[in-house]
């Protein structure tokens, strides 16, 4: 099991729900990038300063094959949500 600076045993694999997936006004080119929000099984420690992940849609078996960094994360209700800004390249 890994462990951050603190000591603390962080998971290595996480499951999720996407809560919603919106395009970012304001992006140029319209619809270039989108905000994708995925909250995390009742219980999951919220993401360190830094941190990335690389997502995997289990329903479409796609790999999004590049770390992705957590542009915001926060407790809601015992669940942890966690946002990212996803740029559209390739499919």
């Known amino acids: 099991m890994f462990k951050d600076c603190q000591g603390l045993p962080y998971p290595v694999y996480g499951t ?3 809560s919603s997936v919106c395009a970012v006004k304001g992006a140029v080119p319209e619809k270039s990038v989108y905000e994708l929000k995925v909250v995390m099984a009742k219980g999951s ?4 300063a830094g941190q990335f992940y690389m997502l995997h849609a289990i329903k479409s078996d796609t790999l999004l094959g590049r770390p992705i960094s957590v542009f915001h994360a926060e407790q809601k209700n015992g669940f942890v949500e966690i946002t990212f800004l996803i740029l559209v390249k390739g499919k």
């Open 16 to 18: 999720g729900n996407v």
């Open 45 to 48: 420690q919220e993401p360190a």
